[in-house]
DNA sequence: TGATAGTTGTGTAC
DNA sequence: GTACACAACTATCA
């Protein structure tokens, strides 16, 4: 008889039973499964310089939600007769060293196709490999293999989602049991370190945390499963279900499932959720297509994951082929006051409020303020916003975050960039009552309706009776948004023109001309707009910002008109 | 090479 | 609530 392998089942994202090639593969003829998550302080240590509880790259509610999901994850492990060995460390140090330690004949884990994960895969690969360990790694984070749907697009990353959804066929189907039993590890671990138990926040150097308040949402596949099969129950709400009419403002009921952040960390297969949708669309007599019903949004989910597998420097302006080079601003005060929700424009600060808080906000809220923060308002790059995202939302997801990015600052996907969101009008569309804004900003509570989007505007005695002074209890408004966006409008206009003319230039190139160029052209714009026109008293505050660190003449040159202001 | 359509804008008029 | 102007971009496809 054949003797039986030894596996090391490495759990990353892929924190289920259900849907799990990657397990069911360490499971197969085996006489041990090791199944091992690695908590890295690259990612869970706490900073207590970073600007909201969480460590420098992850906040405090996203930590937590791994911790729920490992948890879950280690109960129903031990329903199966085995558990999870968790171990403190680098999994780049720490893999290698179980591989020896504890005799692995197959390592398996799920493929991942983000670049820190590509770059720490094939350097564990190379290592197993060197070790005689063979390698399983299969995917099942995504509907499709991203290569796949590259290759079949003669070797480039579709740029278009309707062009991606011909590109693409049916996904494969979710595999049809989770494991009933798996082989237990060896009772001797070797003298290795495994942590008794799941961790909590307090174990891993988190205090005085209770004050915060915590995302709603729980971590882990059983949670996952319960809200997909909530979600689904309403055939009529699944088959008329279309992205643009829901409201941003529910809060108490969100107008989406809010599984992103079970698909982030694979308690939820996707392919799970997808079959799920179809079997609800075959009860109903019709239902909406893509690009705004439900199945429409997993697919703008494989859009993104394509678009960043196939992009170089997809996270980056510079670099990044697709993305337009357009001369942001870095302005850190812009930059704190949108990030710590005192941009005194309501309806932005609520929504920021929402997303520290609970880690998580509705897709349409995320459109809104980061509309704001770039081609919309502040200027301010859009890589900044996509770090604050990246540390607050538990949904965070690098391609996706990063598409949006590029998708609504209007560098990539997306061109049109005189649609802005109005910070005033858009909240109040959905929410004139101001429930949203009253919620996550207290302060604002007894600000009577017909000022709660715009509270400079409420006659002093108004604040004073809603015992909010503007510029003392809440901040006047950073930018006035008539100004600010047509300014915008502007910038970007001159940096699309200029982008036209220098486009076939090397990348550096390019940039640098472009600030060359937009400086000298803004330069004559905003100088001829300010010989022309009264800037209203709102606008208070400088809606051109400074370039921090070396004295460029870019810097000098908008600190010229700073002053002038 | 030109036509077309594109996740998800706002303000105004009727 | 619907339609249109606003001012206008570009990947894709015929």
Redesign the pocket.
């Known amino acids: 008889m054949e003797k039986k392998k030894r596996s090391l089942m490495w759990f990353r994202k892929g924190l289920r039973l259900h849907d799990n090639p990657a397990l069911l593969q360490a499971c197969e003829g085996a006489r041990n499964v090791y199944p091992v998550f690695v908590l890295d302080p690259w990612f869970l240590a706490p900073d207590p310089s970073a600007p909201s509880p969480g460590s420098r790259l992850v906040g405090v509610n996203r930590i937590r939600f791994l911790l729920e999901s490992l948890q879950d994850l280690d109960t129903s492990l031990r329903n199966c007769g085995s558990r999870l060995l968790l171990i403190h460390g680098s999994p780049i140090s720490i893999i290698p060293h179980l591989l020896t330690k504890w005799q692995i004949d197959e390592l398996c884990f799920e493929h991942d196709t983000e670049p820190y994960a590509q770059e720490r895969d094939a350097q564990i690969k190379k290592l197993a490999g060197m070790a005689g360990v063979d390698v399983y790694s299969p995917v099942s984070h995504t509907l499709y293999n991203p290569p796949d749907v590259i290759a079949k697009?003669g070797g480039?990353a579709?740029?278009?989602?309707?062009?991606f959804c011909?590109l693409v066929g049916k996904p494969p189907p979710p595999l049809n049991d989770p494991p009933a039993k798996i082989p237990g590890p060896a009772a001797d671990l070797n003298n290795v370190d495994i942590t008794a138990v799941v961790p909590s926040l307090e174990d891993l150097g988190y205090t005085d945390l209770n004050e915060q308040e915590f995302t709603p949402h729980r971590g882990g596949e059983t949670e996952a499963l319960k809200r997909l099969e909530d979600s689904l129950a309403d055939t009529k709400w699944v088959c008329e279900f279309?992205?643009?009419k829901g409201n941003p403002t529910a809060f108490i009921k969100p107008a989406t499932t809010v599984l992103s952040p079970y698909l982030k960390f694979g308690c939820l297969s996707s392919r799970l959720f997808y079959a799920r949708v179809q079997d609800v669309y075959a009860k109903g007599k019709k239902n909406s297509k893509p690009?705004?019903s439900l199945e429409?949004?997993l697919l703008?989910r494989e859009f993104f994951y394509t678009a960043g597998y196939g992009t170089p420097n997809f996270d980056r302006m510079v670099g990044n082929p697709?993305c337009?080079q357009i001369p942001w601003k870095d302005d850190d005060k812009l930059l704190s006051a949108w990030r710590d929700a005192r941009t005194g424009h309501p309806w932005i600060d609520a929504a920021m409020v929402q997303l520290r808080k609970w880690g998580w906000m509705h897709?349409?809220a995320r459109?809104?303020v980061a509309c704001y923060l770039t081609r919309g308002d502040l200027f301010v790059y859009w890589e900044k916003g996509r770090d604050v995202f990246d540390r607050l939302l538990i949904d965070s997801d690098w391609a996706i975050n990063n598409g949006?990015w590029l998708?609504?600052s209007a560098s990539a996907?997306?061109?049109?960039?005189?649609?802005?969101?109005?910070p005033?009008?858009?909240g109040k569309?959905y929410d004139p009552e101001g429930h949203y804004v009253r919620h996550f900003l207290p302060v604002l509570k007894d600000m009577p309706k017909q000022y709660i989007y715009e509270p400079w505007s409420a006659p002093i005695e108004v604040q004073k009776k809603a015992k909010c002074i503007i510029g003392v209890d809440y901040p006047r408004p950073l930018v006035d948004h008539t100004v600010a966006n047509k300014e915008c409008r502007e910038r970007m206009?001159a940096a699309?023109?200029l982008?036209?003319e220098v486009g076939g230039l090397p990348q550096q190139e390019q940039v640098d001309a472009l600030h060359r160029r937009l400086d000298e052209t803004l330069n004559n714009h905003i100088a001829t707009n300010e010989t022309t026109k009264k800037v209203p008293k709102t606008t208070m505050r400088k809606t051109v910002g400074t370039t921090k660190g070396k004295d460029t003449p870019s810097s000098k040159r908008q600190r010229k008109l700073t002053d002038y202001k």
């Open positions: 697009n480039k579709p740029l278009t989602y309707q062009s011909r279309e992205k643009p690009p705004v429409g949004q703008w697709i337009k897709h349409l459109h809104a949006n998708w609504l996907f997306f061109s049109q960039y005189h649609r802005i969101y109005s005033i009008t858009f569309k206009g699309y023109a982008h036209k």
